[in-house]
């Protein structure tokens, strides 16, 4: 699902889809509890409200910016882009109502109704799609694979460099350790367990293996500064990315190991695509 994330909003297609059945839904129980058991598709003026419906939802999808960092929102923001995408949604369909005349004839309390339970739905949902998502991509593990091209009077020497230079790493990055201040505590973390920080108006936000994050505060120039040569990048302005856990580097993001995808400057990426190569030869 959130493999390898294509460009645009069509990489959350599994929220796309889950908010027209939220949608729907809300529209059906909305009519059975005003209307009665009857089968609201039936109504030529409410059948075609419902397909009104699902182009409001495209038209607020493209503008609305429904699906940005929705992997990243905690409780109470994704409530409040759940309700800005339902009134948005729902004032459109409003005016098309009124533009057509047709607000006479359609109950404005099934109205009433759809929104509010395509509100409760759709919150619902996505929290529940979201956990889903997180739990299977933190118990997914990918590996990098690189093929090296020798002669076989070379494969060994090869062989041992490469093997040598693991062990290195491996024992450098155990040793070096991120130090910073949370409150007027001062705690430790392993480089290797940093994916990225994000940073908003000094507060910092540490995404680490395991969905474990961090905030404290801190500006860009000291935290970039602070992990200079330690194999982190500035990918914007407001990102900076731990070479480790990139799987893979577009043209407008950068795609981590645990799926999360990042936006990339567009003065970024050349730097990005020398230092990341500088990198990969590194752990030959």
């Not at 495209?58 to 992997?71: A, H, P």
């Not at 529940?128 to 093929?147: G, Q």
């Not at 350790?177 to 994916?195: A, M």
């Amino acid at each position: 699902m959130y493999k390898k994330s294509p460009q645009g909003w069509l990489k959350h297609w599994d929220f796309i889809l889950l908010d027209i059945f939220c949608l729907q839904l809300a529209f059906v129980v909305a009519y059975l509890v005003r209307q009665g058991l009857e089968n609201p598709y039936s109504d030529q003026i409410y059948r075609t409200v419902a397909f009104v419906f699902m182009l409001c939802q495209i038209v607020v999808m493209f503008l609305g910016q429904s699906y940005q960092d929705i992997l990243k929102r905690g409780y109470y923001i994704e409530f409040t882009k759940t309700a800005k995408h339902v009134l948005m949604v729902m004032l459109l369909s409003v005016l098309y109502l009124f533009a057509t005349q047709q607000a006479v004839s359609y109950s404005r309390l099934t109205l009433f109704y759809t929104a509010f339970l395509y509100l409760c739905f759709d919150y619902v949902g996505r929290v529940w799609h979201k956990e889903n998502v997180l739990k299977k991509n933190a118990t997914k593990k990918k590996e990098k694979s690189m093929v090296v091209v020798v002669s076989l009077a070379e494969a060994k020497e090869t062989i041992e460099k490469i093997l040598l230079r693991a062990i290195d790493l491996a024992q450098k990055n155990q040793r070096e350790c991120f130090q910073y201040k949370v409150g007027h505590t001062v705690k430790r973390i392993e480089l290797q367990e940093i994916i990225y920080f994000e940073i908003r108006n000094r507060v910092v936000q540490m995404f680490c293996r395991g969905n474990r994050q961090e905030e404290f505060y801190l500006t860009m120039d000291k935290l970039e500064k602070s992990l200079r040569d330690k194999n982190f990048i500035r990918v914007h302005r407001s990102y900076l990315v731990n070479f480790m856990h990139i799987h893979s580097i577009e043209t407008k993001q950068i795609v981590c190991m645990n799926h999360i995808c990042i936006p990339v400057g567009e003065k970024y990426l050349e730097p990005i695509r020398k230092e990341y190569s500088r990198f990969i030869l590194e752990q030959m």
